[in-house]
């Protein structure tokens, strides 16, 4: 039996002609007799990376994409692809946001024919999510097409997204909400949307100022000025300037005196404040100082709201009017609050109103009547200021007005006397002779001494009787007997 060899002239002859055969095909192929497939001849139009703009231009160049043992693929692709490189390395744009992005390969395929598109290949697996913006409401289009990724990215480069896109398809569909939606936060959509619309059951609670009272009214647009959502103050101060009328007084802590319910009243003790009813004196035509600056709280109480001396108000007012103010204190004192309440209820008083000055009482000074600048509860009876004369002390009471007039003390107003003064005497008598007890009475016993019964039994043969007797004047007006 013939002995099979390895090394016959056949098998040598054969072998030599495969390996001339693979040496010319590689001399003509080169490293593409290893190639699994075409790569791609796709290219983005004015792109050009790495000198080439395409694959499909090193494709014998295997070793620019591949280097066993020496280099794993990633950092082969980055020295092409260094935009790439660069998002990576700052943290920016799609790339900085995939889970093991140094496997290119997981998204971008090769080898598949001159007509493939790595880039779109990669869209069938990408997780959007891993951008930070959900899809889960950005499947359809509004007319229920199929959102396709070129209606929101520019598929020519690295799939920049304009917001101008955003607003462009939602104005298309509610263009009065998307004006005041712009006007309101601006054009940075990406600042408070993620694609779930997480904002929809934003509960403002949840941040460190609940919108309560009147917060619960304003848009969010006049807190958030610029669409500026993050790091912002919770501090009153932050939006509303401190008060010129208590600047510096206060600390700056606005809670312990106003609630978001009102700016007005003003909480203090736990009781609303109102300067006129907490002080009696009203702010009414005190908001401004005479220079027209705003009058604030430290200008009447400069050492604390709790403490006030009239001589504030007498410093102020005597810079607009020191000879106004030095007779004012001359007349009425220093004692301002008594007359004043802030709302200048003696502007236009009208002493008439209260006691009628004519006569000589239009001739007095305020001082003779109002001791001491007392000026509420001056009493207005005669006898406060003018002595009961001792003529007629007793008699007639304090209605001095009866008898007296504002014109003079005397003489007396007085009806005319019909009975003769003097009663056949040289002068006339004096009051009391007649009037032994008081003005409004006479007796005419304290001069004639008359015997009750006599008079009685002669006065009866008049038909005059017994009570009738005491009144003397009826039947002798003038004094004289009569028959």
């Not at 312990?256 to 319910?261: A, D, E, N, P, V």
Request: hydrophobic share 30%; net charge negative.
């Amino acid at each position: 039996m013939r002995k099979a060899g390895h090394f016959s002239p056949l098998s040598l002859g054969i072998s030599f002609a495969l390996l001339l055969l693979l040496g010319i095909f590689f001399l003509l192929r080169g490293n593409l007799i290893f190639s699994p497939g075409a790569v791609s001849a796709k290219s983005q139009t004015g792109i050009n990376l790495g000198g080439f703009t395409s694959h499909a231009e090193f494709e014998r160049d295997c070793q620019l994409c591949h280097l066993p043992l020496k280099s794993q693929q990633a950092p082969l692709c980055m020295e092409c692809h260094r935009n790439i490189d660069e998002q990576i390395a700052q943290a920016q744009g799609t790339h900085a946001k995939i889970t093991h992005v140094d496997r290119c390969a997981n998204c971008h395929a090769e080898h598949r024919g001159r007509d493939f598109d790595p880039t779109q290949s990669a869209l069938i697996h990408f997780d959007h999510t891993q951008t930070r913006f959900s899809l889960d409401w950005h499947q359809f289009n509004y007319d229920a097409d199929l959102l396709e990724c070129s209606a929101c990215h520019n598929m020519e480069g690295n799939f920049v997204l304009s917001q101008e896109t955003c607003v462009q398809c939602h104005t298309s569909h509610d263009a009065s909400f998307m004006s005041t939606h712009q006007s309101d936060f601006g054009l940075d959509c990406l600042a408070c949307h993620d694609g779930k619309d997480s904002m929809t059951d934003f509960n403002h609670r949840t941040t460190n100022l609940p919108l309560d009272g009147r917060h619960a009214q304003i848009r969010c647009a006049d807190c958030h000025i610029n669409g500026q959502f993050n790091d912002l103050s919770a501090e009153c101060i932050a939006c509303h300037a401190e008060p010129d009328a208590h600047r510096g007084l206060f600390e700056p802590n606005c809670s312990s005196c106003h609630t978001t319910l009102a700016w007005k009243p003003a909480i203090v003790n736990g009781a609303a404040f109102d300067h006129a009813r907490n002080t009696s004196f009203s702010l009414n035509l005190h908001h401004a100082n005479f220079d027209g600056s705003v009058m604030n709280c430290q200008g009447c109480h400069p050492q604390s709201v709790e403490k006030f001396s009239p001589d504030i108000c007498i410093q102020c007012h005597a810079q607009q009017d020191t000879p106004f103010m030095n007779e004012h204190q001359a007349l009425f004192g220093t004692t301002c609050l008594e007359c004043h309440d802030g709302v200048d209820r003696y502007s236009n008083f009208d002493h008439n109103q209260l006691f009628l000055l004519d006569g000589q009482h239009a001739n007095l000074d305020c001082q003779q009547c109002h001791v001491g600048q007392r000026f509420q509860d001056t009493p207005s009876a005669c006898s406060q200021c003018h002595t009961e004369p001792v003529i007629h002390a007793g008699w007639f009471g304090l209605q001095c007005q009866n008898c007296h007039t504002n014109a003079a003390w005397t003489p007396a107003r007085m009806t005319l006397h019909p009975f003769p003064l003097d009663h056949g005497m040289d002068q006339p008598l004096a009051c009391e002779v007649c009037h032994a007890s008081a003005y409004t009475e006479y007796t005419c016993y304290g001069c004639h001494d008359h015997q009750s019964a006599a008079i009685a039994e002669t006065h009866a043969k008049e038909e005059i009787s017994s009570p009738e007797l005491n009144a003397c004047v009826d039947c002798h007006p003038v004094g004289e007997y009569t028959e």
